[in-house]
Nanobody, 129 residues
Framework: QVQLVESGGGLVQAGGSLRLSCAAS???????MGWFRQAPGKEREFVAA????????HYADSVKGRFTISRDNAKNTVYLQMNSLNVEDTAVYYC???????????????????????WGQGTQVTVSS
């Protein structure tokens, strides 16, 4: 029903910025969209999530104040603007989607990978010191 394709990853120096994009095929009306990341040897972790309306967002403490999630429903695309990157941000970043049943807020389940139905292939972000 929904296919997600991430882009925008690459190599960046510490302190730099990068913007990731997630293009969705198929309609994502009323879907919560999230970003997760996984570094080598570590579990997949939550990064950010946004409701369909864009009126509610949530961020992991490790990225709060540095990353911004947004979406353009007309283009069926969600973005992750990453500023002040550091080496610890190095990981494969995944876009994910789940029906939100009309909610206008981010729930605790939206912060867990098991709650999402659809996933992109991932895009590598490498931050060098």
């Amino acid at each position: 029903q929904v296919q997600l394709v991430e882009s925008g990853g690459g190599l960046v120096q510490a302190g730099g910025s990068l913007r990731l994009s997630c293009a969705a095929s198929g309609h994502t009306l009323s879907y919560v969209m999230g970003w997760f990341r996984q570094a080598p040897g570590k579990e997949r972790e939550f990064v950010a999530a946004i409701t369909w309306s864009g009126g509610s967002t949530h961020y992991a403490d490790s990225v709060k104040g540095r990353f911004t999630i947004s979406r353009d429903n007309a283009k069926n695309t969600v973005y992750l603007q990453m500023n002040s990157l550091n080496v610890e941000d190095t990981a494969v970043y995944y876009c994910a989607a789940r029906p939100d049943q009309g909610r206008t807020y981010i729930s605790m389940a939206d912060k867990t990978s098991a709650a999402y139905n659809y996933w992109g292939q991932g895009t590598q972000v490498t931050v060098s010191s």
